[in-house]
């Protein structure tokens, strides 16, 4: 299993690196040609969801990407180290930052992934998230001599 790791501070402009990145090692993975606009999309749509998460936060760690190579897979597993509320909280408060906003917005944003991937496993707690996609890979050709 091949890994490598990306990390980036929360800030917009680091989003297309990101994808860029991720669209070069899924191509080398494996991952069919006609799928890497998708996961340049997904990827961006994690990503962004990611630094908007951290700077609504105020959090300065980066954001971390891990680009996972396996036998007959491909994963991208996009990280934030925002806290996230416990499922069935629900926060107190309008205007900026309102909590029912920023909800919709998230939801949105994962609606947009879900659309794009097929396998996407979502975590959320009290010390970060994680958005981890998953794409099938065909193994390089056999060449015969």
Known sequence: MATVELRFSALPEHVRTARLVAAAVARRAGVDEAVLDEVRLAVGEAC????????????????????????????????????????????????????????????????????LVDDVEVSAGEHGGSIKMTWPTTPPPTILV
């Open 48 to 115: 962004t969801r990611a630094v908007g998460l951290h700077q609504t936060g105020g959090i300065s760690a980066p954001v971390k990407v891990l680009l996972i190579e396996e036998e007959k897979q491909f994963s991208i597993e996009v990280g934030d180290e925002a806290p996230h509320a416990v499922p069935g909280e629900r926060a107190d408060g309008a205007g900026p930052g309102d909590p029912d906003s920023e909800a919709e917005e998230d939801e949105m944003g994962l609606a947009v992934i879900s659309g």
